[in-house]
Every structure is written in C-alpha cells, then in structure tokens.
C-alpha cells in the first residue's frame, strides 16, 4: 500500500513540473511589445521665412485635453463608426496627453523662434503674450484608412477678457505603410500640421 501510496505521489508531482515547466515556456515565448513615440519637427524642416518670429514673443499652451478613451498605453484603431480596439503589443512609450504637449511645445518653440513657449501653469503665475487652450476631441486612426486629429483652439491676449482666435481645426493623413509604424507616422503627421496652424495664426495676431 505504501508503495503504491508513493507511486500516486511521485505522479502527481511529476505532472505538476511539467506543467509548471510548460507554463514557464509560455510566458518566456511570449510576443514582446512594441513602443511608439510622437516627435517633433527637426530644424532642418524649418525654413527662414516660417521660422521668423517676434523677438521675446511668449506663448502659454494649454490646457490641453484629449479624449478619456486615449487615456491608455494602447495603441487605439477605429473599426467602423463604434468599434474599437487595443492592440495589447502596441503601446504608446509615455502618456499620450504628455507627449502630445511635448511635441506641440517643441514644435511651436521652433516654429515660432522662440524659446519661451511655456506648459500650462495651473496657479497662473507665468505671464505670457498668449494662452493657447485646446480641446482635441479625436486623434486616432481607422484601421487600413487615415490618421485623424480633430480639436476646438482658441487663443487668449495678456489680460485673458477675450478671445483673439476661436477655431477648429480638422486634419487627416494617409498612413505610409500599412502597419502601425504607418500609422504613428500618420498621427505624427497630423500633429505637425497642427502646430503649423497654430503657429501661423500666433504670427498673424503680431502684425
């Protein structure tokens, strides 16, 4: 009987290991993920002409806010009008609300030629020759089709009583390749073709 006792036993913790053995193998073959970055304009996009700006010109941008459904790492993709999805191996490599004000505030300081473009100050003590505030309602992608980036921007003088510009601004851009890489690129792209609009209307506000 003991025998046979410490037969059942010795099964029994063999199918264990190799269990355990098979979900090791599992979990270290598992798909690894991918992480993506939006960037700012490199300098050398920047011609002479769009980059000449008033000398001291100071810009306050934000607040910004983005949709509650891009508050994750996961990459969104639309599928039709009501449908989305997260790809769990695709991931944003920070905050999208965070990279999107960084690239913004690069982009406007190289645009504008000037350094003091400043993130938005909650206690209000950084003065400022504007205060951009932005709604951005969509910047997403639909799957195999375009790059969205839909927002409501208004742009406020020193004393804040009204606004100087009120706008939204609608863009679209096609994806380079038909992946996600692809896809940031065209979300990127969207991006950059905002910041140039609102550099121009700042531009347009100093003449």
Known sequence: MRKI????IYCIGMILTAFV???AGCAGTSKPSNFYLLRALPESEISTTTAAGKDGLSVLVGPITLPAYLDRSQIVTLFGNNELKMDEFSRWAEPLQDNFYRVLIENLSLLLN???IYAYDRRGLTPSDFQIIIDVTRFDRVAGEDAHLTAFWTVE?????????IRKSVFRAAS????????VIAQNSTLTEF???IA???QSLQR
């Open 5 to 8: 006792k410490y037969h059942r």
């Open 176 to 183: 380079p390749a038909p992946n996600l890489t692809g896809a």
């Open 114 to 116: 000037t350094p003091r």
């Open 195 to 197: 910041s140039r609009e």
């Open 21 to 23: 053995m098979i979900l």
């Open 200 to 202: 121009t209307a700042i």
């Open 157 to 165: 003088g020193k004393d804040s009583k009204r606004h100087l510009i």
